[in-house]
């Protein structure tokens, strides 16, 4: 039977025919009235209205029901992933508190230590921690005792593809603790435990790392190979007393260089220099395979000032920003691409900086606080020295042509721990770290970045 067509008089077509003959067109047993228009057969009233609709395929139905589930699935998995991240501070009861330490000023008319002797000094100051959870994952490192009532300073990395941690705790003689998470921040890579069922402890002796100078002699003290074990000594130099890395985030910072090896389970200990301070905290994962005795450590002035803050209010909140992305353009770039100057190319302004809306891409920062940018090193520096709120003045060379002098209030860099409460929920679902573009330009995001 042809297609039911509008400009055929179907009243004529089907009135003559038998209600069996119809029947049979159409494979239908129902009640049939031959004198009934064909497309009058269904009567509905307005409210019963039915609309026109495609037949959903078996299989369609079946990829809707799974791709839901997926989804529902997924935001159930993200969800526990943040709300891993941002609960695993509440009711912390160790965060609040006022725990600070001094750092002591180098001894003058002193004679420095042998390595044997400064070993002595600090060896009952450092710890190995052990990190698991209940699905098996587990890594060792070190510590530094942060406070006699048992805060301990580590590296934020530590616990970071291991989901759920949970903290051992191993002394200079043996003794086994267990410790929970406080508080960590991935921009410095430090973070804070506290042992749980103990006190006493004999806190390290801090040294100011700002009196450090290149060539100095210093040792590094941890547990490399086994957190039970004791812990060892390296003998080095400061090969360099501030030198800007990336760190194992997408940031870079100012760190200590040095030759001590400082080998991966030694992450989180210290590096000591021959008056038995503790004048940083070793991140043996700022070491690429690319160099040779090469290691970095955290400086003191940086530990002070963003441990402070973990302890008191679970996160660093003063850390200041520009947000801004750039290339940097050094006198050979300059030359090479013939630019007018050298400093910042800026990239990008992100919307929540002071400087958003008065430069933009194409435009050129040449000074900071009236000083030659010579290199990014230079703002950076100046920036982490800097407070959020504090105000820097900016010389823009603008893409027009025309150069301006603005002031700029930095705004705050809030760091993330790596910590997740979640099992299997941070090293499934967290995306690799961006390369840092290294100093030829790109994006840098600290202290400046967004």
């Known amino acids: 039977m042809d297609d039911f067509n509008p400009n055929i008089n179907n009243d004529e077509l089907y009135n003559d025919a038998t209600e069996s003959e119809i029947a049979e067109e159409f494979d239908s047993g129902d009640d049939f009235i031959a004198d009934e228009p064909m497309w009058n057969r269904v009567e509905y009233t307005p409210e019963e209205k039915i609309e026109d609709y495609k037949p959903m395929n078996k299989g369609f139905k079946v990829f809707c029901l799974v791709m839901s589930a997926v989804i529902v699935l997924t935001a159930t998995a993200t969800g526990g992933y ?135 002699n210093v040792v590094a003290v941890g547990r490399p190979s086994d957190a039970t074990d004791s812990s060892s000594i390296t003998s080095g130099v400061i090969s360099l007393t501030s030198r800007r890395v990336k760190t194992t985030s997408s940031y870079t910072a100012r760190l200590i260089q040095t030759d001590s090896a400082i080998n991966p389970g030694s992450s989180g200990g210290a590096l000591v220099n021959m008056y038995g301070q503790v004048v940083g905290i070793t991140a043996s994962k700022l070491a690429g395979v ?83 940018i010579t290199n990014d090193d230079i703002i950076l520096n100046i920036i982490e020295d800097c407070k959020a709120g504090d105000t820097i003045t900016l010389t823009v060379l603008l893409n027009e042509g025309d150069e301006i002098v603005l002031d700029v209030k930095l705004r705050a860099n809030i760091g993330e721990s790596s910590y997740s409460a979640e099992i299997g929920s941070r090293e499934e679902m967290q995306t690799p770290q961006q390369g840092n573009p290294g100093s030829g330009g790109g994006k840098f995001d600290f202290p400046d970045g967004e």
Do not use: C, W
């Open 82 to 216: 943040f709300l891993g991240k941002s609960n695993v501070s509440t009711n912390n009861s160790y965060i609040g508190n006022n725990v600070t330490v001094g750092l002591e000023a180098k001894p003058v008319d002193t004679d420095a230590n042998t390595p044997a002797q400064v070993y002595q000094m600090v060896n009952e100051s450092i710890v190995g921690i052990r990190t698991y959870n209940d699905a098996g994952k587990a890594g060792d490192s070190s510590g530094v005792i942060y406070s006699a009532d048992g805060y301990i300073v580590t590296n934020d990395h530590i616990y970071a593809e291991i989901g759920a941690p949970k903290f051992k705790i191993f002394t200079h003689d043996g003794t086994e603790y267990d410790a929970v998470y406080v508080a960590g921040d991935t921009v410095s890579d430090l973070a804070v435990l506290k042992i749980v069922n103990g006190t006493g402890f004999k806190p390290a002796t801090f040294g100011d790392s700002a009196q450090l100078i290149n060539g100095e």
């Open 290 to 372: 690319e160099y040779d005795a090469i290691g970095f450590a955290i400086p003191t002035k940086t530990m002070k000032r963003v441990v402070e803050q973990l302890i008191a209010q679970g996160k660093v909140t003063d850390r200041a920003k520009l947000g801004i992305s750039y290339t940097e353009v050094n006198s050979v770039t300059a030359d090479v691409k013939n630019y007018g100057a050298v400093g910042l190319l800026v990239a990008t302004v992100s919307d929540d900086s002071d400087a958003y809306g008065k430069i933009g891409e194409g435009d050129m920062i040449t000074h900071v606080n009236g000083i030659k």
